[in-house]
Nanobody, 121 residues
């Protein structure tokens, strides 16, 4: 399973770092990603990274503000979020996929349960 942490209430312009740790399996050979779902909206892709992090993908809405990274020794994936905006408010989900392409298309193998990020003054 995947377990996210780090969600919080933050003011606009602030930063947060989300973490996602796997248990029961190692992330070494998986592509990993972050998705989010705002109230009343469909889940959308935020970012994906290939198994070796050589390739990364970001949604246009977060490009230049969010950074995905992974520490396979800790079985952990991170999402550094800077310059947060109210429209970033959502539940953020971590995911593991067999391939980078399937992560980007949202066809993942394992989902986390989510962590809530609220951006508000």
């Amino acid at each position: 399973q995947l377990v996210e942490s780090g969600g919080a209430l933050v003011q606009p312009g602030g930063s947060l770092r989300l973490s996602c740790t796997s248990s029961g399996f190692t992330l070494d050979f998986y592509a990993v990603g972050w998705f989010r779902q705002a109230p009343g909206k469909e889940r959308e892709g935020v970012s994906c990274a290939s198994y070796n992090s050589n390739i990364t993908h970001y949604a246009d809405s977060v490009k230049g503000r969010f950074t995905i990274s992974r520490d396979d020794a800790k079985n952990t994936v991170y999402l550094q979020m800077n310059s947060l905006k109210p429209e970033d408010t959502a539940t953020y989900y971590c995911a593991a996929a067999y391939y980078y392409e399937t992560c980007v298309s949202g066809r993942v193998a394992v989902w986390g349960k989510g962590t809530l990020v609220t951006v508000s003054s």
